[in-house]
């Protein structure tokens, strides 16, 4: 009986690895003997200048090889005029690659600048900046200027909305459910707001290769998965233990505000990084005051719970302190590709939230949540709140 199952199981493997098997020998082949196939067409090169930088008396430019074949730099210009220039480590570049130009080039602060590269073949790739800024450089005076920038940004809006939970302890079930559809509204905007600042991040940044609108959703849906799974977790593990299930949720809301913060401290770092100063002050004011409705989301839940003012203030933390790393990353290593990255995992965490949030609701309404008028009107005016809040960004 037993060697019946075993042969059984042998089979049943076999069955499921066979597939595998042919797609390989179709793939070795078609990369192998049958390359031929692939060989219609002509390959066109294509490089991206990811980054530029004003180095003292030069501009370094960050270039990478995103075509479907190997190049090599042939020569660089400023402003539709050939310079000088080095190429570290080499200028030979496989797909993927990346290389730093250097072009000894004594330019002027606040100028713009048109920076083009030129590869063998003789094509020739530009990239536009409005104002040249000196390049920011690792200080313990910067840093400590980010991280209050931060703190301001961040942490301080997050706490002040938290002031809120006396106010949310106190009043009546239906009303408490206007305010856990109204946390559903706010974060359903941050979600749709990283998801933009991917999008934008993406086609101003990102080279076409790396096909962003679908890096973004993948990113998202992934992240959406991960986290689901480990908050259910989470919420479950509060249900048999001391940790009550608003702490549980409300520790969800405040990892998913912090990875969407994390993004706007990405944001403010590259801006005061890039020079742009008004930018940047425009964007620091408008999310302090933006953030202040994101204590809200995470006070609707611990009302229900019993009042512990250290993990209340542990979950502003949280919620909050992302915005600093974002800032240290922004203004020193800025990546448009992570960037990306981390914006997608933000909107995915917060849809997650979403989610649980809901479910919640159900269990408290019992029938199609939307039907009522409390639900139904906190979700709408959670929305237009963080709409109208977010004009000044």
Known sequence: MELR?????????ASGLIPFAFVIIMMVYIFGPGADLLDLGIPLPEITIEKVDFVGSEIHATVRNTGPIPVAVAMADVNDRIQPAAVEPDRYLE????ALVRIPFE???????????TIDDGTRFEKEIEAAAPALEPTLDLAIFFAI?????????????LLWLPFIKKISKQKFNFFLALTAGLL???AIDS?????EVSNENLAGSFNGILLIATVVVLSFLGLY?????????????????????ALMISIGIGLHNFGEGLAIGAAVGLG????????????????????IAIAAPMSRGKLMIGKLAAMGIIAGSPAIFGAWIGGFVYSPFTSVIFLGIGAGAIFQVIVVILKWIKDEEGENIFSSASVASGFAIGMLVMYLTSILV
Request: proline share 3%; no cysteine; aromatic share 10%.
């Open 276 to 295: 742009s100063v008004a930018f940047s002050t425009f964007l620091i004011v408008g999310f302090a005051l933006h953030n202040t409705t994101e204590g």
């Open 95 to 98: 797909r993927f690659e990346t």
């Open 195 to 199: 998801i933009e600042e991917a999008v």
């Open 229 to 249: 799974y480990s908050g259910n977790k989470l919420v479950e593990r509060a249900s048999s233990s001391k940790i009550a299930k608003p702490v549980a949720i």
């Open 5 to 13: 199952d075993n042969s059984s199981k042998g089979k049943t493997i």
């Open 149 to 161: 920038i931060g703190t301001y940004v961040g942490i301080i809006p997050v706490m002040i909305g």
């Open 188 to 190: 359903l905007f941050l």
């Open 107 to 117: 330019w002027n602060e606040a100028e713009p600048y048109i920076i083009g590269i």
